[in-house]
């Protein structure tokens, strides 16, 4: 629970192909666990209130480590059309108590501490959007007030997706400095995974 936030869901995407990584990513190993479920575990430590993993591909394979308390998931059919059909899909799962929304993909690992950071800055600041950086560069996860969820709902993969919606709102978005270069992580490639599981 984090003070000044009522009830706060975290759309966790894990339903894309994982072309360029060859494998499904939600099931790579990543720190004893596969990938998913150490995102899911991370989030709900961190302080988020409940999980929507959203699922595509191979999701009978996937669906038994995105279980258990404080997880809802979600299959996405349309998985093929882009993440932004993964986030809509989640958008319509969410609790209808959600204050605050934290956005995050399966193929970028954020230990609790970072989660907890962004939920505090963006308890803290008020802003429509919180943001974390590191050395002035963007990062993730980004975080959203409730007042943005019907706007969200109606992006579109030819619209940029969630960016439509950061940069309808650029003047309200806090940027929290982060020290940690974790933020920036992002999964794509057998080397990217291979550099950063051995980090």
Same mark, same amino acid.
Request: charged share 20%; hydrophobic share 40%; proline share 8%.
């Given at each position: 629970?984090?003070?000044?936030?009522?009830?706060?869901?975290?759309?966790?995407?894990?339903?894309?192909?994982s072309?360029?990584m060859?494998?499904?990513?939600?099931?790579l190993?990543?720190?004893g666990?596969?990938?998913?479920?150490?995102q899911?575990d991370?989030?709900?430590?961190?302080g988020v209130?409940? #999980? /929507?993993?959203?699922?595509?591909?191979?999701? %009978?394979?996937?669906?038994?480590?995105?279980?258990?308390? *404080? @997880?809802?998931r &979600?299959l996405?059919?349309g998985?093929?059309t882009g993440r932004t059909?993964?986030i809509?899909?989640?958008l319509?799962a969410l609790?209808?108590?959600?204050?605050?929304l934290?956005?995050l993909?399966v193929?970028?690992?954020?230990p609790p501490e970072i989660i907890?950071?962004?939920?505090k800055?963006?308890?803290c600041?008020?802003?429509?959007?919180?943001?974390?950086?590191h050395?002035g560069?963007?990062?993730?996860p #980004? /975080?959203?007030?409730?007042?943005?969820?019907? %706007?969200?709902?109606?992006?579109?993969?030819?619209?940029? *997706? @969630?960016r439509? &919606?950061?940069e309808a709102h650029?003047?309200?978005?806090?940027r929290?400095e982060?020290?940690?270069?974790?933020?920036h992580l992002?999964?794509n490639?057998?080397e990217?995974?291979?550099a950063?599981?051995?980090?």
């Open positions: 629970m984090i003070p000044g936030l009522v009830f706060v869901s975290a759309i966790l995407t894990a339903a894309g192909e072309t360029r060859t494998r499904p990513k939600p099931l190993p990543w720190r666990s596969t990938l998913i479920r150490y899911i991370s989030l709900l430590q961190g209130d409940e #999980v /929507v993993a959203v699922l595509g591909h191979v999701h %009978e394979q996937v669906a038994p480590h995105a279980a258990g308390p *404080g @997880v809802r &979600v996405n059919p998985y093929r059909s993964s809509k899909a989640g319509a609790d209808p108590k959600t204050d605050t934290l956005l993909g193929d970028q690992p954020r907890r950071a962004a939920l800055a963006h308890a600041g008020g802003a429509a959007i919180t943001a974390p950086r050395r560069r963007g990062g993730h #980004v /975080v959203f007030a409730a007042a943005l969820l019907p %706007e969200l709902a109606h992006i579109s993969e030819g619209r940029q *997706g @969630v439509e &919606v950061y650029r003047d309200e978005v806090q929290v982060m020290d940690d270069p974790v933020v992002d999964l490639t057998p990217d995974y291979e950063a599981a051995g980090r």
